[in-house]
């Protein structure tokens, strides 16, 4: 059974306090990872889609790795605008996306 | 990114009644779209993936003559949540990929449904 993990499930920093939130998983083949950022009351924000192990995409004050076993999402320098809870996906070779839980993410100034 | 549009964003109904919430593609035509259900503290639950122009199929455990969903058109998918009941209150959201890109895909704003 396809599965994916996150942690932590929430994170406190204070601003500029950089960290990572992780993303493990367990699936049959992938096809895709995929980072979101959902604020309260509203749909998923797209952020990032990974392929392959190596792979690093970035934008702004956020970097997605991905590793054959798990995903990391580092943000750098965060402000209080950055709270939020980040979701991870994965998609497999058989189109079916699997949701992790998502870990919040606090910022405080 | 492609957007996708989810109305009403919010909705109070009484037990019994039917409530309908619609998702709509603005930018791109979406053959196949997706409905979601998510709890407090919890993932993003896949209820049934809509099909234009045929059935949609439903995941396990989840009521296909409770959720209606309608498809009818390439930028419109509906669901109706019939005879809904305070179990029922939830967040639902639709998404919507690209078609021939089949990768990630776009939600909508998303509708908080509370029965009373």
């Known amino acids: 059974e396809d599965q994916v993990t996150q942690s932590p499930e929430a994170l406190r920093l204070q601003e500029g306090e950089s960290s990572s939130l992780n993303c493990s998983y367990t699936?049959?083949?992938?096809?895709?990872l995929f980072w979101y950022r959902q604020d309260p009351g509203k749909g998923p924000e797209f952020l990032f889609t990974l392929y392959s192990a190596g792979e690093e995409k970035e934008k702004e004050r956020l970097k997605a790795t991905l590793t054959k076993k798990e995903s990391f999402l580092h943000i750098t320098a965060p402000k209080p605008e950055d709270s939020a809870t980040y979701l991870c996906?994965?998609?497999?070779?058989?189109?079916?996306?699997?949701f992790g839980i998502g870990t919040k993410l606090q910022v405080i100034p | 990114g492609a957007v996708v549009s989810q109305h009403p964003s919010w909705v109070i109904c009484k037990s019994g009644t039917s409530v309908k919430i619609e998702c709509r593609s603005l930018?791109?035509?979406?053959?196949?779209m997706f409905w979601y259900r998510q709890f407090p503290k919890q993932s993003l639950m896949l209820m049934a993936t809509s099909n234009e122009g045929s059935k949609a199929t439903y995941e396990q455990g989840v009521e296909k003559d409770k959720f209606l969903i309608n498809h009818a058109s390439l930028t419109l998918s509906t669901l109706t949540v019939t005879s809904a009941h305070p179990e029922d209150s939830s967040f639902y959201i639709c998404?919507?990929?690209?078609?021939?890109?089949?990768?990630?895909?776009?939600f909508g704003q998303g509708t908080r449904l509370t029965v009373v």
């Open positions: 930018d791109f035509q979406a053959t196949t």
């Open positions: 996906a994965v998609q497999t070779l058989g189109q079916k996306v699997t």
């Open positions: 699936v049959s083949g992938l096809r895709g």
């Open positions: 998404s919507a990929r690209v078609p021939f890109l089949n990768t990630e895909a776009f």
